[in-house]
């Protein structure tokens, strides 16, 4: 059971939800599933996947780094960046996303997400591939601020691999560094 945290409260003029410093409205699952779907529809599952995917990520990787920078916070161990993505699981099911659960594979770190908040919504339509680009997005990109902590950061990225939207028990997510866009930092390709 993951509860509300407690730094969630209201700023005193526009009257958003605010998580730390970070805005947010509630916005009903229905109606971000139901955009979501009709986009896929429409303007193509591949092109709107990348930009769902992308944007995501870009959030995902800042709203990490305000953490990082707030809070000081150092990496100086392989297990030390593990136990990070470990966190990112735990602000999945916080956030109302899902309910998260991590293993690693290797260099590769699996990620399943039950119950995705997209999934429920889209499982009945008829959709042939998986739906939840904006979750591998927000794990790459929360990967990707605390890998730049590292001494020897990569690029991280995040695919999708099973989906409760074309029945599947879960969501499942594969996280992986990849090797030849090592030279560049996660902020170069992020930030655009
Ligand atoms: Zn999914």
Do not use: W
Not at 31 to 56: C, F, N, P, W
Request: charged share 20%; proline share 3%; aromatic share 10%.
């Amino acid at each position: 059971m993951v509860d509300f945290p407690a730094f969630i409260t209201r700023d005193s003029e526009t009257k958003h939800i605010l998580v730390g410093d970070e805005s947010f409205a509630l916005i009903p699952n229905g109606i971000l599933a139901e955009t979501y779907s009709r986009l896929l529809q429409s303007a193509g599952y591949d092109e709107v996947g990348k930009i769902m995917y992308e944007s995501a990520r870009k959030v995902a990787y800042e709203g990490q780094q305000h953490l990082i920078q707030a809070f000081n916070i150092t990496l100086k161990t392989r297990q030390d960046f593990v136990n990070k993505l470990s966190e990112l699981l735990f602000y999945i099911s916080t956030f109302g996303y899902g309910i998260g659960e991590g293993v690693e594979q290797g260099e590769e770190f699996v990620f399943r997400i039950r119950h995705s908040f997209l999934g429920e919504y889209l499982k009945h339509k008829g959709l042939k591939k998986p739906v939840c680009h904006c979750l591998a997005g927000i794990l790459a990109g929360g990967a990707q601020a605390y890998a730049e902590l590292l001494a020897a950061p990569s690029l991280y990225s995040c695919v999708e691999t099973k989906c409760i939207a074309i029945g599947d028990p879960y969501c499942e997510f594969h996280l992986a560094a990849s090797k030849d866009d090592s030279t560049r930092t996660g902020a170069e390709k992020i930030g655009g």
